[in-house]
């Protein structure tokens, strides 16, 4: 099985590139990325190809030739809005992926072959942003609908969004998270900080880096495909064309973690 994963040095990227590597049933393992992925090199797999690009809206044949025949993607490339000023912010977290989804669907005629590719969106993600909707809320339900509306048009590209809640690193092996991206004094305050309030006190909006990256896999690998087709109430949704909506209570399900 070959599948693609973006953001591989992110939090989110770091922990299902570690479940990637991890999985003996994965093949070939391409990864997007602007820079070298110190884990892909760290970790010596013949089957990690890092492959580096620089420009996310454009694909070359060259670079879609090597993607071509992948079963699934992980896209978890992403930044905070609080890093990036609103237009940078749209074309990271919408621009990127539906340029990919766009530039994948020549490989998809000509291969006749499906593959699942996966959204992190994240907890807050809404269809019908208000007045006070913060931007990641409505950029991050703008793709969703707009992945939704390519999978609908080709059933071939098994589109899916995920909705984390917070995502917890501190119970992840440090072999791991020494790979994550530094957090900043105030951020990594934070998060200790609401560590034991979450996995202890929200169960219900607390995800752990170790089972998402696991998770996340899956998904692309198509472990859950039939479940997803009866999401509903608080794990989730499915729209119009089979786009199903994972909420962060399905993860916590599928995983064996308590709600």
Known sequence: MHLILTGATGMVGTTVLDAMLKTTDISKISILSRRPVQLAEDAKDPRVNVIIHKDFSSYSPEVLSQLQDADGCVWALGISQTQVNKEDYITITKTYPLAFASAFQPALKATNKPINFVYVSGQGATFQPGLFTPIF????????????????KNPLFRASTVR???IDWLDQDKSVTKYMPPLGLARTGLGHALHPVFKFGMRGNWSPTEPLGGFLTGLAMGKWNEGLKTLKGDEGQVLEGGFPVVENNFFRRAMGLPR
Do not use: S
């Open 164 to 166: 984390p809640g917070f």
């Open 137 to 152: 809320g409505k950029t991050k339900g703008e793709t969703e609908l707009a992945l939704a509306d390519v999978r609908k």
